[in-house]
T-cell receptor, first 116, second 113 residues
Framework: EAGVAQSPRYKIIEKRQSVAFWCNPI?????LYWYQQILGQGPKLLIQ????????DSQLPKDRFSAERLKGVDSTLKIQPAKLEDSAVYLC??????????????FGPGTRLTVL | GENVEQHPSTLSVQEGDSAVIKCTYS??????FPWYKQELGKGPQLIID?????GEKKDQRIAVTLNKTAKHFSLHITETQPEDSAVYFC????????????FGSGTQLTVLP
């Protein structure tokens, strides 16, 4: 089966510019996650979707970050305007929520964002 | 929320030796403990997990042990190989979460040939 796809793989922008990341989860996976991974740290959850609804966005900086999953499949994460501290890898993950193995989260390769 | 602490942050072993990485968690209600491996330029990948109804689980050269009383769990890799070199993360679910995970800070494992 195809894995989680993300694009772009790398992005360099100036501070105060905007940027968008795209994620296509594994087919049939109802839950989609966006994580921020700062260099040398573990992934930190930004937002969790169940189908096209938001389950938890308590750690999403809503003044500058937004995310959507309109049709319950693909998702986009946007930052506007970007700050220097937003430099990180943005990971997308999905899970099936079916059965005992439904907890497993499958990660995409990530988008490495550098804000100058 | 859940607090997951992981150590050591770096670990170097000789090829063929064993490696042990330890994690502690704060929420006694947590019942699922996965370990992920992240290679350079890739996303984390699940390598083994354990649920709170068992104390140990093995899969070939890797094993995970869980001590619910002490609220800690460990990853054991035996007969290490150069391809085991990567960053390893433990994780645990925050209480009341809907299939969420809080990750540890990671351990950079280097297997020296």
């Amino acid at each position: 089966e195809a894995g989680v796809a993300q694009s772009p793989r790398y992005k360099i922008i100036e501070k105060r510019q905007s940027v968008a990341f795209w994620c296509n989860p594994i087919s049939g996976h109802a839950t989609l996650y966006w994580y921020q991974q700062i260099l040398g740290q573990g992934p930190k959850l930004l937002i969790q979707f169940q189908n096209n609804g938001v389950v938890d966005d308590s750690q999403l900086p809503k003044d500058r970050f937004s995310a959507e999953r309109l049709k319950g499949v693909d998702s986009t994460l946007k930052i506007q305007p970007a700050k220097l501290e937003d430099s990180a890898v943005y990971l997308c993950a999905s899970s099936s929520n079916i059965g005992v193995s439904g907890n497993e989260q499958f990660f995409g390769p990530g988008t490495r964002l550098t804000v100058l | 929320g859940e607090n997951v602490e992981q150590h050591p942050s770096t670990l170097s072993v000789q090829e063929g030796d064993s490696a042990v990485i330890k994690c502690t968690y704060s929420d006694s209600a947590s019942n699922y403990f996965p370990w992920y491996k992240q290679e350079l330029g890739k996303g984390p990948q699940l390598i083994i997990d354990i649920r709170s109804n068992v104390g140990e689980k093995k899969d070939q050269r890797i094993a995970v042990t869980l001590n619910k009383t002490a609220k800690h769990f460990s990853l054991h890799i035996t007969e290490t190989q150069p391809e085991d070199s990567a960053v390893y993360f433990c994780a645990a679910p925050p209480s009341g979460s809907a299939r969420q995970l809080t990750f540890g800070s990671g351990t950079q494992l280097t297997v020296l040939p």
